[in-house]
């Protein structure tokens, strides 16, 4: 009998829920047994429902429900609350304190020491820089502008490593002042940075300690004007050129990740605009013909096996091609023009000295195609494809030697998929019988790319007017407004623009959460956040649907009833209704 438990209240409370879930027939009904067998076994009384969570099948949500439930009860009968284990434990050490300092004189604590960074160094630097807005500026600085007020006052580079095997700059004690909340960032994907109140104190002790006069604020902030007459919606001006620095002496990678970088933190100066999804006016950055190379780019991912990993690159090269090896955001393999000057972006308002073309490769052996096909990373690749920003998408399938009869079980997916690639995706599927096909395959196109672009200028749009909102309907309203002209973004743009997290919005977010469901593709999802734009629009929905059997009924349909007139890839079936009625509607 329940009665014989050492904890019966608690006990009919928790067999109230598994009966429930008995009769919804919900998942839940696993972790209310288990919960319900420990807690009848249990010879222990509990003075709190959080003591549970020592107990098997006991988690914190499961005990916070059982806490509301019991002070729900507890007004009702008008009984008092027990007392939280936390709040016994900190009275007793309470208590056991006082009895110690009577016993004994406390000793008196060393007031912590005031951070004042060293003199000349990255963070006093960077301080001091910051120093030069006013107090009540909301806005903030990018980083290009800080570190051309920045590195007068540092002896150490912002841009170059002082030890060339290592790839810490000056820059790098920006992550201690943002630790200690000296300085605050703000913007995505492109950053910008100001002082907090406690930023203010140190900069006026260091100024008092340097023998500075406090100067009027923002009085020797970098003056920004628009170069020529461009007009740009927003008041976006050209950046200047930036201040002379130290010849860089870091391998390729730490250049790459200084560029990567720097787009994520280069803004437009001002306060940002009211609708960054707003189409701007700008004139494009113009590189002219023989000012640049055109280089394929490898992700470092890309091996033959783990013991042969340079294959790809040492094949390429045989064959007069020198690949450069990155983690690619999107895609297995892409080109890039890179500039002969590599300041000439910088003078016109990009960064770095790379420009992405149209061109992304998706590589594919057999199997791994049949294996994301199964678990769903074959349609949320071609979905991130879209969303990139290319144009001219490859995919190459390596067809190589399967089991027989894995290859019969899977050869329709197969097939289906490839169709839709072509069709719906209009992107060029490329197969080849093995990866020393596709390497030729590869040198060919670097070859034939380089002879189409070297000999035509480029327009690149100056990553100032880029948002993470505005990429996508910019490069539409382009394609759309100007066909014969093609523009271009620099790399690093592309790379903070195609990352996974970089950019991520709330109905990213949103979208990821809905395609956690199995068979809920990228296509689909979107479907859902068009017809219930947020998760509190979707879980509203299903608690208007009621309660009971009737309200359980009319959950599991919901989804369909609402979307289930698509067509295609979009179409949404009963039963995956009612699977993602499982998961959302448990919500409510």
């Given at each position: 009998m329940d009665e014989d438990c050492a904890n019966p209240q608690l006990l009919g409370w928790v067999k109230e829920w598994l009966d429930q879930a008995r009769e919804r027939n919900s998942k839940g009904i696993t972790t209310y047994r288990r919960a319900y067998d420990a807690l009848k076994a249990c010879p222990l009384p509990f003075q709190h429902p959080s003591e549970l969570q020592q107990l098997k099948g006991f988690g914190p949500k499961l005990c916070e429900r059982l806490e509301e439930k019991l002070k729900k009860h507890c007004q009702e009968n008008g009984l008092p609350m027990p007392e939280h284990p936390r709040l016994r434990k900190k009275r007793a050490q309470e208590a056991e304190d006082d009895a110690q300092q009577e016993g004994s004189k406390t000793k008196k604590k060393r007031a912590p020491k005031a951070y004042v960074p060293t003199l000349r160094s990255g963070p006093y630097a960077l301080i001091l820089a910051l120093a030069t807005l006013s107090e009540d500026d909301s806005t903030g600085i990018t980083k290009t502008q800080l570190i051309e007020i920045a590195q007068p006052h540092c002896d150490?580079?912002?841009?170059?490593?002082?030890?060339?095997?290592?790839?810490?700059?000056?820059?790098?004690?920006?992550?201690?002042?943002?630790?200690?909340?000296?300085?605050?960032?703000?913007?995505?994907?492109?950053?910008?940075?100001?002082?907090?109140?406690?930023?203010?104190?140190?900069?006026?002790?260091?100024?008092?300690?340097?023998?500075?006069q406090n100067?009027?604020?923002?009085s020797s902030r970098m003056q920004v004007e628009p170069s020529g007459s461009n007009t740009v919606t927003g008041n976006i001006p050209s950046l200047p050129p930036p201040a002379e620095r130290t010849p860089s002496l870091s391998p390729e990678l730490t250049i790459i990740s200084e560029a990567q970088q720097l787009v994520r933190d280069t803004v437009v100066d001002g306060p940002p605009a009211a609708d960054d999804s707003s189409i701007p006016e700008f004139t494009p950055i113009r590189l002219a013909p023989g000012s640049f190379t055109v280089h394929l780019l490898l992700d470092v991912r890309e091996i033959r096996a783990k013991t042969d990993r340079d294959y790809m690159q040492e094949e390429l090269a045989k064959q007069g091609?020198?690949?450069?090896?990155?983690?690619?955001?999107?895609?297995?393999?892409?080109?890039?023009?890179?500039?002969?000057?590599?300041?000439v972006l910088a003078r016109h308002g990009a960064e770095g000295d790379e420009i992405v073309l149209d061109w992304i490769v998706e590589r594919k052996?057999?199997?791994?195609?049949?294996?994301?096909?199964?678990?769903?990373?074959?349609?949320?690749?071609?979905?991130?494809?879209?969303?990139?920003?290319?144009?001219?998408?490859?995919?190459?399938?390596?067809?190589?030697?399967?089991?027989?009869?894995?290859?019969?079980?899977?050869?329709?997916?197969?097939?289906?998929?490839?169709?839709?690639?072509?069709?719906?995706?209009?992107?060029?599927?490329?197969?080849?019988?093995?990866?020393?096909?596709?390497?030729?395959?590869?040198?060919?196109?670097?070859?034939?790319?380089?002879?189409?672009?070297?000999?035509?200028?480029?327009?690149?749009?100056?990553?100032?007017?880029?948002?993470?909102?505005?990429?996508?309907?910019?490069?539409a309203h382009l394609r759309a407004t100007q066909p014969a002209v093609r523009h271009y973004v620099t790399y690093a743009a592309f790379a903070s623009l195609a990352s996974k997290s970089e950019t991520m919005t709330l109905k990213d977010v949103y979208l990821k959460m809905l395609m956690t469901t199995r068979r809920v593709t990228g296509e689909r999802a979107l479907e859902m956040q068009r017809r219930w734009p947020t998760p509190r629009a979707l879980v509203d929905a299903y608690r208007s649907c009621g309660d009971g059997e009737a309200g359980r009924k009319r959950k599991a349909d919901l989804v369909f009833a609402e979307l289930g007139h698509l067509v295609g890839r979009k179409k949404f079936s009963r039963n995956l209704s009612q699977s993602i009625a499982e998961i959302w509607g448990d919500y409510v």
């Open positions: 150490a580079s912002f841009s170059a490593p002082s030890d060339p095997t290592k790839f810490y700059t000056a820059w790098s004690s920006m992550k201690t002042l943002l630790q200690k909340e000296m300085v605050y960032e703000r913007g995505r994907p492109l950053r910008r940075y100001a002082l907090t109140d406690e930023g203010w104190e140190v900069a006026k002790r260091m100024k008092q300690a340097n023998g500075m100067e009027a604020p923002g091609i020198k690949a450069l090896m990155r983690n690619l955001e999107v895609g297995d393999a892409q080109w890039i023009a890179k500039c002969r000057d590599p300041s052996r057999l199997d791994d195609l049949i294996g994301s096909i199964k678990d769903g990373r074959f349609h949320e690749q071609k979905f991130r494809l879209q969303r990139c920003g290319a144009t001219r998408v490859v995919y190459i399938i390596e067809e190589i030697a399967m089991d027989a009869a894995s290859y019969t079980r899977y050869d329709e997916a197969v097939q289906s998929a490839i169709a839709s690639t072509q069709v719906v995706n209009g992107y060029f599927v490329k197969r080849t019988a093995k990866m020393d096909d596709t390497i030729k395959y590869l040198a060919r196109m670097t070859r034939m790319l380089t002879a189409r672009y070297e000999r035509a200028p480029l327009h690149v749009i100056p990553t100032r007017v880029l948002t993470a909102r505005n990429y996508a309907p910019l490069l």
